[in-house]
């Protein structure tokens, strides 16, 4: 069938919204219709090369949409469901998924590949050529074909782009924070960077009970989105969050910090691990360029305050129960999307919702379809 979607054809390229080409689901498949995608700053790295990925590539990974069609071996989904994309794919049957590690699930490999699950043939053309789908899911498109592990059925009450935003920003936000954070009620928590990712490690926090939230932002209005999230203090960097957190802990410091800058850098782990206590934890969850291979902290500060420096992918949970509960959260009011969706673009718009993230002024912007 024909459809629209947003090519990226080489690094620091603009996002080209053009024409293609879609196959029919293979069995395992199904096709959708796309009704909302997140604009995460992870896109971003494929255009900066800093995530290396097939090319020609349809970005998206962070998105709600329709079932169209459903291939013959496809059980639990029908057409006329609501989903939203889940950008690291669950079996349910491997190791890791069968032992509450969804997001390592070894379809994961895949991601790799850049191609299909199914048979790795690409399902879209460009211009007669092969296009990689971002995350197996490539959902900057009207219309995508995707794996039945890639999408996570939910309650077709959501407004679907409301939704949109739990298939990637929130569930890593808040999973950052209450997973593998692991933050407790009476906990003092520091978010540096606040986005799309941060704004929910805020929200994740405050649920989970936190006494003190300092987000950590240079820009204003940021800081202003995160106080309603949930933060009880803020800070400009992560050095002037280093001296409020010592003045509100009397020198004990955070139990946690997470980072969740646009762009994670080696000499940023120091001063975030500096933020934390005795035995506190640094989770990273910003990206870092792929050739990043050095980090600036001090291994004297790690070992003898028994510090954990840890990654989090995906919010380290399970996708197709974490975002069920999150909606929920959502629907019973105590989780916030609403303040989250700071403006929507249509497909043809995404260069500019692209540049309104760079400059600072979405929390998160989202294309909306027709
Ligand atoms: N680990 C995962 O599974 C996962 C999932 C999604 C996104 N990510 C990554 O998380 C990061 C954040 O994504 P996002 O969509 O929220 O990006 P975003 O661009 O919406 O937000 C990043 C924020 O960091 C702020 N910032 C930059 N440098 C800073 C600094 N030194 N101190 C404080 N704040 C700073 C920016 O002003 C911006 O507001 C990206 O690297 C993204 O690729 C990781
Ligand atoms: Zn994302
Ligand atoms: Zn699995």
New binding site residues.
Partial sequence: MEAKAAILWGVNEPWSVEEVELDDPEPSEVLVRMVAAGLCHSDEHLVTGDLPIYMPAVGGHEGSAVIEKVGANVTGLIPGDHVVMSFIP?????R??SSGH?TL???GEHLMTGMPIANGAPRMRARGQGVGPMSLVGCFATHQVVHEASVVKIDPEVPLDKAALVSCGVTTGWGSAVNTAGVRPGDVVVVVGIGGIGSNAVQGARIAGARIIVAVAPIESKLEVAKRLGATHTASDVYSAFSLVNEITWGQRADSAILTVDVARGELIGPTLSLVRKGGNVVVTALAPFTQSEVNLSLFELTLWHKELRGSLFGGGNPRADIPKLLKLYQSGQLDLDDLLTKTYSLEEINEGYEDMRTGKNIRGVVAFE
């Fill in positions: 669950s079996c349910g049957r491997c890791w998924c969804q699930c070894d379809l």
